[in-house]
């Protein structure tokens, strides 16, 4: 009996499920392996975020289907942070639309909005989700290499007219998840007069712009003069308030968009659990401090790791934002075959920058999810097997 589709044959197994073989085997063997892999915070909430869930979860009618847009306060508190940290005035009604996590939302968004071959422009090395919509809703990916010469942006002048011809959206990720590069406003200016240019909806995806350091504050497409009209920004708290697991994001900007977003997810699920959206509502809306200190956290590990690499010879930018380093691999090493040689040898979990696309060969990415104590003793692993400035003795 065939069990699966045409569609799902032609997507291989995800390289974390292999990931995650390996490091079972090593420690069925009762190896030590340090996750740098997965960028999934390790601290948790502030405390009222969980008493707010706490409270929520206690009441015996919260546990019921609740509105496919949520709570207005929910929104209302999606607006007030729009406007607190971007001065971006947003409407909650039409322009913000509560999402379980962004990852759900930007999947979705593809399949509502694009026809089978319809052009996607996406960025390489990127998320792989912009990538798999794309091949879901039959769509043609064309992919927008992003080099260190450019410092990690798409030369969106050199897309060839023929696939502009037929494109429909632009993916937009920054700070960037793998390559952790960050962007000013001026660029944002450029891609939304590009989007309106060749008539693209452009997708933002601002998962990490709270995750910031060393003063640098990340900005939102929508405070582009008029990027309403051609943008939908997504956001999370998985990473910007440790909720990862929780499942809880918003997408917001351009009403049309957002409509058909809405439609599909109507079809699509039943909706979010209450106590979690009033979880997320306080969230939103509470004392943010915590978020500053928090980043203080992860600066320090950030630096314990660049000085790390740099003193084993790898020449890894400094980020000022997300929560990962996109490290080169030494020479005459592949992505892949440098990550399972630390894998196997040091039992220090990383990801191949293969797997974001073929810009992402030659390099890794290092998460810094974990406590100072087991990033210092992974950098100690790894040195022993880069040993200092050149080569490597594996």
Request: aromatic share 10%.
């Given at each position: 009996?065939?069990?699966n ?8 197994d ?12 090593l420690k ?6 340090i996750?740098?892999?997965i960028?999934?915070?390790d ?6 975020i969980i008493?707010a869930l706490?409270r929520s ?9 609740q509105?496919y847009?949520g ?9 007030g942070?729009?406007?607190?940290l971007?001065?971006v ?5 039409s ?10 939302g ?8 694009i ?6 422009l996406?960025?390489?090395p990127?998320?792989f ?6 091949r879901?809703?039959g ?8 080099l260190p010469d450019?410092?990690?942006l798409?030369e969106l002048g ?15 990720n920054?700070?960037?998840?793998p390559?952790?590069?960050?962007v000013n406003?001026?660029?944002?200016r450029?891609?939304v ?11 933002h ?10 003063g640098?504050q ?14 939908v920004?997504?956001?999370t708290?998985?990473?910007s ?5 929780w499942?809880?994001?918003?997408a917001?900007?351009n009403?049309?968009?957002l409509q058909?977003?809405?439609t ?5 699920d ?8 009033e979880?997320a ?8 401090g ?7 956290i992860?600066?320090?590990?950030r ?6 690499l740099h003193?084993?010879?790898l ?5 000022q934002?997300s929560?990962y380093?996109?490290?080169?691999v030494?020479?005459?090493w592949?992505s892949?075959?440098?990550t399972f ?14 797997i974001?696309?073929e810009?992402?060969?030659?390099f890794?990415?290092?998460s810094?999810?974990?406590?100072l ?18 080569g490597i003795?594996?």
């Amino acid at each position: 009996m065939k069990t699966n589709s045409e569609r799902m044959r032609s997507f291989p197994d995800h390289f974390f499920v292999e990931l995650n073989s390996r490091i079972q085997e090593l420690k069925a063997r009762d190896k030590d392996v340090i996750r740098l892999d997965i960028g999934s915070p390790d601290l948790p909430p502030a405390p009222e975020i969980i008493e707010a869930l706490n409270r929520s979860a206690a009441h015996p009618d919260h546990h019921g289907y609740q509105p496919y847009r949520g709570p207005q306060e929910l929104r209302e508190a999606w607006a007030g942070m729009y406007q607190r940290l971007y001065q971006v005035k947003l409407d909650p009604d039409s322009e913000i639309l509560p999402l379980m996590g962004s990852k759900e939302g930007i999947f979705n968004l593809v399949m509502a909005s694009i026809d089978p071959g319809e052009v996607v422009l996406i960025p390489d090395p990127g998320y792989f989700t912009y990538d798999r919509a794309t091949r879901f809703a039959g769509g043609k990916p064309v992919y927008l290499p992003l080099l260190p010469d450019n410092n990690f942006l798409p030369e969106l002048g050199n897309i060839p007219e023929h696939h502009l011809k037929r494109a429909k959206m632009l993916w937009l990720n920054y700070p960037n998840n793998p390559t952790a590069a960050t962007v000013n406003l001026d660029f944002f200016r450029r891609a939304v007069a590009f989007a309106r240019q060749h008539d693209l909806l452009v997708c933002h995806d601002a998962a990490y712009t709270q995750v910031t350091y060393d003063g640098y504050q990340a900005p939102s497409i929508l405070q582009v003069a008029g990027a309403i009209d051609v943008a939908v920004e997504f956001n999370t708290l998985s990473k910007s308030h440790n909720m990862a697991g929780w499942r809880t994001g918003g997408a917001v900007g351009n009403s049309s968009a957002l409509q058909s977003l809405y439609t599909l997810k109507t079809n699509v699920d039943s909706g979010q659990f209450l106590p979690i959206m009033e979880a997320a509502t306080a969230a939103l809306t509470g004392d943010q401090g915590w978020l500053s200190d928090r980043n203080g956290i992860y600066q320090q590990r950030r630096d314990l790791v660049i000085e790390a690499l740099h003193g084993a010879g790898l020449n890894a930018r400094l980020p000022q934002g997300s929560l990962y380093i996109w490290c080169p691999v030494p020479a005459g090493w592949s992505s892949e075959s440098f990550t399972f040689a630390l894998l196997d040898q040091a039992h220090i979990s990383l990801t191949p920058g293969s797997i974001f696309g073929e810009h992402g060969e030659g390099f890794v990415r290092i998460s810094f999810t974990a406590p100072l104590e087991r990033l210092e003793e992974a950098m100690q692993r790894m040195i022993q097997v880069v040993p200092a400035p050149g080569g490597i003795k594996i």
